[in-house]
C-alpha cells in the first residue's frame, strides 16, 4: 500500500467510525470534550504507525481499545494527582472537585514554580504523558523527570493552603 493510500484508507476510516468512537467513548467518560480528545488520541497514535492500521485485522475495534486505554491511564494519572493533593484532608474538603487548572490558587502555584519543574508537571498531569515520553520531549533523563515531579509537588504543597502538612506527614 503506498503512503497516498494509506492515508485514503485512514481518511476513510476516520468518516465512518469518528462519531462512533465518541459515542462509545463519551459514554465511558460522560465528558465530550474528553471523548473527542481521546478519539483523536487514538487516530494520532495509529497515524504514527509505521504501516498505519494496515496490519490490524479490525481497526474499529483497535482503535477503541486504543481510547479505552488512554481514559484509563488518564483516570489513574488524576487519581494519583487528587491522592497527592488531597491526602488526609477533612471529609467535607474532599467531596469538592479536585483542583484544577482553572483554579486560580492552582494556577499561581504553578506560574510560581521554575519553568524546568512546570513543563514537568504539566507535561506529565495535564499532558497525560509518561515520565520517559517527557523526557525523551525534555532530552533529559527519566531520573530527573522524576526528581523534578518530586521538587514540584513540594513547591506545590508549601503554596497551596493544606498541602503543607501532607507533604511533611509523608516524609516522617
Known amino acids: 500500500m503506498t503512503r497516498d ?15 462512533r468512537l ?25 497515524l504514527a504507525r509505521p ?14 481499545t486504543v481510547a479505552v486505554n488512554v481514559v484509563r491511564r488518564r483516570w489513574r494519572r488524576r487519581k494519583l494527582l ?8 477533612p471529609v467535607a474538603r ?5 483542583p484544577g ?11 510560581a514554580l521554575p519553568p524546568s519543574f512546570r513543563e514537568v508537571v504539566v507535561l506529565h498531569y495535564y499532558a497525560d504523558l509518561p515520565v520517559d515520553e517527557v ?7 527519566t ?5 523534578r515531579l518530586s521538587r514540584a509537588r513540594t513547591a506545590l504543597a508549601g503554596r497551596l493552603d493544606g498541602y503543607r502538612t501532607e507533604v511533611t506527614r509523608a516524609r516522617s
Not at 101 to 111: N, S, V
Not at 143 to 147: H, L, Q, R
Open 22 to 46: 465518541v459515542a462509545q467513548v463519551y459514554a465511558f467518560t460522560t465528558d465530550l470534550t474528553e471523548a473527542q480528545d481521546v478519539v483523536q488520541e487514538a487516530f494520532a497514535r495509529a
Open 101 to 111: 487548572p482553572e483554579r486560580a490558587d492552582l494556577r499561581d502555584a504553578l506560574a
Open 143 to 147: 531520573g530527573t523527570v522524576k526528581s
Open 51 to 64: 504501516r498505519g492500521l494496515a496490519d490490524v485485522d479490525n481497526p474499529e475495534a483497535w482503535l477503541r
Open 82 to 89: 487528587d491522592a497527592i493533593l488531597l491526602r488526609d484532608r
Open 94 to 98: 474532599t467531596v469538592e472537585p479536585a
Open 135 to 141: 523526557a525523551a520531549m525534555l532530552g533529559v533523563p
Open 5 to 19: 493510500q494509506g492515508d485514503r484508507a485512514m481518511e476513510e476510516l476516520y468518516h465512518a467510525c469518528y462519531r
